[in-house]
């Protein structure tokens, strides 16, 4: 799992970005989630936060290339990083 956001001392208190994988299957079909959600600033309404939930299907050759360039996009090599899901 890789998530962010704002932190508390030991927490975290508002999740912007949380990409989770887990298995899916008994053949290494693995299932990811991603959530996305906007900042909430001093308002009681957590309606009005924006945000979007994606599942989709993929494996680990396509885990292991996005990892490769989620390094790239944190060392500033390139702008995006992009996973690939399969199609059953």
Not at 73 to 82: D, K, S, T
Request: net charge negative.
């Amino acid at each position: 799992m890789l998530e962010g956001g704002f932190w508390s001392s030991d927490s975290l208190t508002q999740c912007h970005l949380r990409i989770a994988v887990k298995p899916y299957n008994s053949r290494g079909t693995l299932l990811l989630q991603v959530d996305l959600a906007s900042e909430v600033w001093g308002t009681p309404d957590a309606d009005l936060q924006n945000s979007a939930t994606v599942r989709f299907l993929t494996e680990y050759a396509a885990i292991d290339g996005f990892a490769e360039q989620i390094k790239r996009v944190l060392a500033g090599e390139c702008a995006e990083a992009i996973l690939k899901g399969i199609t059953n």
